[in-house]
């Protein structure tokens, strides 16, 4: 008898076998049944499994299929793919990584590819959480290997933060440079800068690891190599956050919640390790804007459509990835499920989640066909048009975008949903509101709000139900990742083949932490238990700000009032802006320069509020028919007041 009649004899027997036993199951059973025969018949990680027929996998497999456990699926992933993901991280790191050719030691490059994209560079925010990953790999014991590689990061991120930037230099904004090249040099091409995530995810990683070292006694070592790099990271986060930057996709400058909740995150984290040191003098500055960033988080929260608006800028609904990644990556599971900082079990990031998973649904062709509230491939918001990659040859017009599936945003999905049951089986609890019923209703339609007791049947149902779903997410990228195991950025959204950087290392770093989660992994508190919303929120202190500067025009005419005149008649002004290092004076951009007024010409001003306490740079600009020249000489450095008015003057050079 040949493999694949006998493999369908013995899964029909199994069926038939189930119906008897539990006939009330059927129905739920057949489609159970038939999605794990759509599941297995893959590409790629599956593809030789899928050509021997379900014959190929025991027969206990089949049956354990049939009542919808996917588990051998995904567990025969996480197996293969899991020392693969390892493998990858560590091959695009520093000198001695296999793929990172040219880059210093304790770099992480985000991906090889140096062409359709080139990401040949390594950038703060993902080598901040590939650390992160590798250094709860080291301080829970599960890898002692990788102390070399945590202070080589540690000795690359004291150099970067030194460089001038495009961004500014250390006092001036720098931190916020999102980029650098390989050799520790800076980028200085145009960039959507500057990004502030990067210096509260450094900090977040080093904070861990010198939380381990003071652990083992070596305290000295804290104070000398990581405190200096995590104060000037969170002095930057607690003067600057409420400035906006570029999210975590580089493309809008806005405030971001993604960057917000890290940003609250890390000066929490901060502000109890600066204690345990003995650093006390700064703890209080930075518990005070955590507040205030705490505060501003919940301006998130859209209660109307009930999710997390992560940005709104371009026209965007602000359904985005970046809700599910900040809610993985502010995971405290002593903090139950708290809403105010949007734990991953909180009612708002769970309805959040779903209406995120929904909006993909009807977007990518790989989608098509399954069930209403199945698992699906995710991308990074439902209007992106970025493919990273030459997509000539699929390119199919969308009225909400071309863009791909992710492999980072898809394993995010799951991994909230496993920290959810991580926090769900040790309070012994699920909470239903009116705010996440229609997540859970998913999974139980008939389920009211409500708190359901892990004595309940309700309970079990959610749990092993939420279970399945998380492991069908992980089993969407297992469909479409390579018989290699390599992870790329994306994957075509008709055809599920790898697209975009390639052996993109926070790809990896995903796959691993969702793989930690699903294992139940608790990593230690941040301090999010406990935490209350202030009443009010209170802004940052601004000062009245006045620049002045002599600057005759090239033209020798003279002004009356606004307009120029040359030999007694009116012309088209030659004008001058500001330009600075700041939000207020446009991130140095000289198309959205401030213009300053010529009324006491030749004195130029413009008066405006700027952030009190802080230090910037600032240069003046000539713009004339569409030439723009900067003032010459270096950069006005100055520094504000705590409080009232200030004025900066100067004459042109």
């Known amino acids: 008898m040949s493999v694949p009649r006998a493999c369908h004899l013995i899964f029909f027997g199994c069926l038939l076998a189930v119906y008897a036993y539990y006939a009330w199951l059927l129905p739920k059973i057949y489609a159970l049944s038939e999605d794990y025969k759509s599941r297995v018949t893959v590409q790629g990680f599956y593809s030789a499994r899928s050509q021997m027929c379900l014959g190929s996998l025991p027969v206990f497999v089949l049956c354990r299929s049939v009542f919808g456990h996917q588990e051998s699926v995904v567990e025969e992933y996480i197996a293969k793919e899991g020392p693969i993901a390892k493998a990858g991280v560590l091959a695009n790191i520093g000198a001695e990584g296999s793929r990172s050719s040219g880059a210093k030691t304790g770099v992480v490059i985000a991906s090889p590819s140096v062409e359709d994209p080139d990401y040949l560079y390594t950038w703060i925010r993902d080598s901040s959480l590939v650390f992160k990953c590798l250094i709860d790999q080291y301080t829970l014991g599960e890898d002692r290997t ?63 690891y010198a939380n381990w070292l003071l652990e083992q006694s070596n305290t000295t070592h804290v104070i000398q190599k990581i405190w200096p790099i995590v104060k000037l990271d969170l002095d930057y986060v607690s003067t600057r956050w409420n400035s906006s930057g570029y999210d975590l996709w580089e493309e809008v400058s806005s405030a971001s919640f993604f960057t917000s909740a890290v940003q609250h995150r890390a000066l929490r984290q901060g502000v109890t390790f600066a204690k345990k040191i003995g650093q006390t003098g700064i703890t209080n500055k930075w518990a005070i804007q955590a507040d205030n960033i705490l505060c501003f988080l919940q301006t998130f929260w859209n209660p109307t459509g009930l999710h997390i608006t992560s940005n709104t800028k371009r026209g965007r609904s602000g359904i985005d990835a970046n809700s599910a990644l900040a809610s993985i990556h502010t995971f405290d599971a002593s903090a139950g499920c708290d809403a105010a900082t949007f734990q991953p079990c909180s009612d708002k990031a769970l309805a959040s989640l779903k209406v995120y998973v929904d909006s993909f649904r009807a977007i990518y062709t790989i989608n098509n066909g399954t069930a209403a509230h199945d698992a699906v491939a995710t991308g990074r918001y439902p209007e992106d048009v970025y493919y990273g990659g030459n ?46 019923l229609a997540f859970f209703q998913q999974f139980l339609p008939s389920i009211q709000p409500g708190i359901y007791m892990s004595s309940s049947k309700t309970y079990t149902i959610l749990v092993n139900a939420i279970k399945q779903h998380a492991d069908d997410f992980l089993a969407v990228n297992a469909k479409y990742t390579p018989a290699d195991g390599s992870l790329s950025e994306q994957y075509n959204r008709e055809t599920g083949v790898p697209l975009g950087a390639k ?22 508190s941040w301090g999010a238990k406990g935490l209350k919303v202030p009443d009010v929120c209170i802004p940052s202190p601004v000062v009245s700000a006045t620049f002045n500067v002599v600057a005759e025009t090239v033209f020798g005419g003279q002004f009356y009032g606004s307009r120029l005149h040359v030999n007694g008649l009116p012309c088209d002004a030659e004008n001058i802006y500001l330009a600075g290092s700041i939000d207020q004076l446009m991130n140095w951009s000289p198309d959205n320069a401030l213009l300053l007024s010529p009324d006491a010409y030749p004195k130029w001003s413009v008066t405006l509020d700027v952030p009190a306490s802080i230090d910037f740079e600032y240069k003046f600009i000539r713009k004339y028919n569409g030439a723009v020249v900067w003032e010459s000489g270096p950069n006005h450095l100055v520094t504000t007041p705590p409080t009232g008015n200030v004025g900066f003057s100067s004459t042109w050079h």
């Not at 980029?179 to 200085?188: D, E, G, H, M, R």
């Not at 052996?503 to 608790?522: C, D, E, I, Q």
């Open 146 to 208: 990788l102390r070399g590689h945590i202070d080589d990061f540690v000795w690359a991120q004291a150099i970067l933060q030194q460089i001038p930037n495009p961004s500014g230099n250390l006092i001036t904004g720098g931190l916020g440079e999102p980029k650098f090249l390989i050799s520790l040099a800076a980028f200085t091409d145009g960039w959507g800068r500057p990004q502030k995530d990067g210096p509260a995810l450094r900090s977040i990683a080093l904070i861990t």
């Open 391 to 436: 997509l000539s040859m699929h390119n199919v017009p969308n009225a909400l975008g071309t863009h791909q599936p992710w492999y980072l945003t898809t394993a995010a999905v799951a991994e909230q949903l496993y920290d959810a049951l991580i926090v769900w089986k040790a309070q012994k609890s699920v909470t239903v509101t009116s705010i996440s």
């Open 503 to 524: 052996h993109l290392t926070w790809s990896y770093a995903s796959a691993l932490t969702a793989f930690a989660a699903r294992g139940g992994r608790v990593l230690p």
